[in-house]
């Protein structure tokens, strides 16, 4: 069977460590054959996800240091994607914060700075990341994001990221129809708890994914590479006639009404 990505060039925003989802994304679109970028975001990181590549033979892999908040680095970074691949076929959006003072307190404390904070960062990055990609994708593209139930539902301690996550899916269907005219296609997933770096910040984490594999139907939860897999599907053609959706990968949790 000839690998889904074969001769596609991809970039993975927001590589963090082996737990994160777009580590997971980055090893499977790489065993489909893709040639591929990916960001972290600071020095410390940077050494750690090297570590990572080269444990994990990804010697086609570059690795650039991209801070979400910083203009100049997002504009550097797409230079360097021009210069090194000379194109995207196409992007996973991984980047998502919020103070953690935020996650700890009712939504109705949030504070102006930390919501500022967290839609820059998970929301409004999609939209950066966007703009400067559309010159240098063509036809058939994809960007996919990563989401979560709590943008719809209220999850106790989820807070503001799951009002940010609410932005986040509607930017997805307005940036859809956007770049629908260059044939360049965006989705979100939305991944049922899985144990990363930011979700570990989440208070009462751990019952959440007690509840989770509980109530859904395939009774368990989901893992990276489930995750990692359905993102393949969205860059791949044979996801050609998909855009501006939000896919659930979370075991069937999200059909449950009790």
């Known amino acids: 069977m000839k690998p889904l990505l074969a001769g596609r060039r991809g970039l993975i925003l927001g590589v963090a460590n082996k737990n994160s989802i777009a580590w997971a994304t980055l090893k499977e679109a790489s065993n489909h054959g893709a040639e591929l970028g990916a960001t972290c ?45 000379g194109g995207l076929d196409f992007i996973l959006h991984g980047w998502a914060f919020a103070p953690p003072d935020a996650l700890a307190d009712d939504f109705i404390e949030t504070s ?5 904070t967290a839609q820059r960062i998970s929301a409004h990055s999609l ?26 539902r209220v999850m106790p301690g989820y807070n503001v990221m799951g009002v940010v996550k609410a932005t986040l899916e509607s930017s997805v269907r307005y940036l859809a129809r956007d770049l629908g005219v260059d044939g360049i296609r965006v989705n979100a997933l939305s991944p049922g708890p899985i ?3 930011s979700a570990r910040g989440v208070p009462g ?21 489930e995750v990692a897999q359905a993102a393949v599907f969205l860059f791949s053609p044979m ?5 501006g959706e939000i896919i659930n990968v979370d075991a069937g949790y999200s059909i449950m009404g009790i």
């Open 112 to 116: 102006w700075e930390a919501f500022q």
């Open 239 to 243: 996801a050609s006639a998909i855009t």
């Open 195 to 197: 144990s990363t770096l």
């Open 205 to 225: 984490f751990s019952k959440m994914l007690e509840a989770h594999a509980d109530r859904a139907p395939l009774g368990r939860n989901v893992t990276h590479e």
């Open 41 to 85: 975001q600071n020095d410390r990181f940077f050494r750690r996800v090297s570590k990572l590549i080269e444990k994990d033979d990804l010697p086609e892999t570059s690795l650039w240091v991209c801070d979400a908040t910083q203009p100049e680095e997002l504009d550097a970074l797409f230079t360097h994607i021009e210069e090194e691949l």
């Open 127 to 152: 939209v950066e990341i966007a703009r400067r990609a559309r010159p240098l994708m063509a036809p058939g593209a994809s960007i996919v994001t990563l989401s979560y139930l709590g943008s719809q």
